[in-house]
């Protein structure tokens, strides 16, 4: 069984900064990687960067290219999410990802998720 613990999520002013950090214990037979995704409300959830365990890749989406860096701790099984210059439309929960295949984008190649951690962004 394969269990994520977020941190790191808070309010704050636009153009300020968060990290948000998810450690990962346990492994499934499928593993390709760690990610994020977010929901904001009344909203579908959606992809906002994955980093591909077997070859070291980050992936990000348009509306976060530029701003947001994901990396990893290989050793303690973690990603990281830097965002930076957050924007009100960034609000949402965030979910992390435990991917089961190697679709990054798509909620169906997620294997686990982790409970959410809020991300508020003020004007």
């Known amino acids: 069984q394969v269990r994520l613990v977020e941190s790191g999520g808070g309010l704050v002013q636009a153009g300020d900064s968060l990290r948000l950090s998810c450690a990962a214990s346990g492994r499934s037979l499928s593993f390709y990687g760690l990610g994020w995704f977010r929901q904001a409300p009344g909203k579908e959830r959606e992809f906002v960067s994955a980093?591909?365990?077997?070859?070291?890749?980050?992936y990000y989406a348009d509306s976060v290219k530029g701003r947001f860096t994901i990396s990893r701790d290989n050793a303690k099984d973690t990603v990281y999410l830097q965002m930076n210059s957050l924007k009100p439309e960034d609000t949402a929960v965030y979910y992390c990802?435990?991917?089961?295949?190697?679709?990054?984008?798509?909620?169906?190649?997620?294997?686990?998720w982790g409970q959410g951690t809020q991300v508020t962004v003020s004007s």
């Open positions: 990802a435990y991917y089961r295949s190697g679709n990054f984008d798509y909620t169906n190649s997620v294997g686990y």
């Open positions: 980093f591909a365990w077997s070859i070291a890749g980050a």
